[in-house]
């Protein structure tokens, strides 16, 4: 692993720098593709000012994705360990509220995810997050840890980073 290779630089950083390089021209691609697209729907060139300015904005998104994704993974764990006469309610079924919660936080966390692994983290982490939530819930009064809350809420998590990843390419 440490031997050096010509120019004095180690394996290690070689392959660091490969894989800069691969995701900077992989964000490049993107950066075209999302371009190509937009000249697609408008049947002409976008002008410059425009396209500059959707990827100031694509990367504000891609920064305030993570914050985003934390603050709804805190807002769910508040929801969930909260006794159910304080728990506020839609009026939504169970089922939809779980989907819905869970969707919405997979798909925040999309935009600042820069690998594959990353979302598949995030998906089981959601997932253990649901199970974890119901299995505490047995202990709050007012809630009920069901089977049917971790399957719908870990559907929504998956659902969610899909939805995501297809809107964001």
Not at 39 to 46: D, N, Q, T
Not at 65 to 84: E, H, M, Q, R, T
Not at 131 to 154: D, H, M, Y
Request: glycine share 10%.
């Amino acid at each position: 692993d440490g031997e050096a290779l010509a120019g004095g630089e180690l394996e290690g950083d070689a392959v660091d720098d490969a894989d800069h390089a691969s995701a900077s021209a992989k964000a490049d691609r993107q950066a075209f593709d999302r371009k190509k697209r937009c000249r697609r729907a408008y049947g002409r060139r976008i002008p410059r000012a425009i396209t500059s300015h959707m990827n100031h904005l694509t990367e504000l998104i891609a920064r305030l994705s993570p914050p985003a994704f934390w603050l709804c993974v805190a807002l769910i764990l508040y929801l969930s360990l909260v006794p159910g006469s304080m728990r506020p309610h839609t009026g939504a079924s169970s089922h939809f509220e779980h989907v819905m919660a869970y969707a919405m936080t997979g798909a925040v966390f999309v935009p600042g995810a820069r690998h594959k692994m990353a979302r598949l983290t995030a998906a089981i982490g959601l997932c253990w997050l649901s199970g974890a939530g119901e299995i505490a819930q047995l202990w709050i009064p007012g809630r009920t840890g069901e089977i049917a809350g971790f399957v719908w809420s870990s559907a929504g998590a998956w659902l969610g980073l899909f939805v995501g990843q297809r809107a964001w390419q």
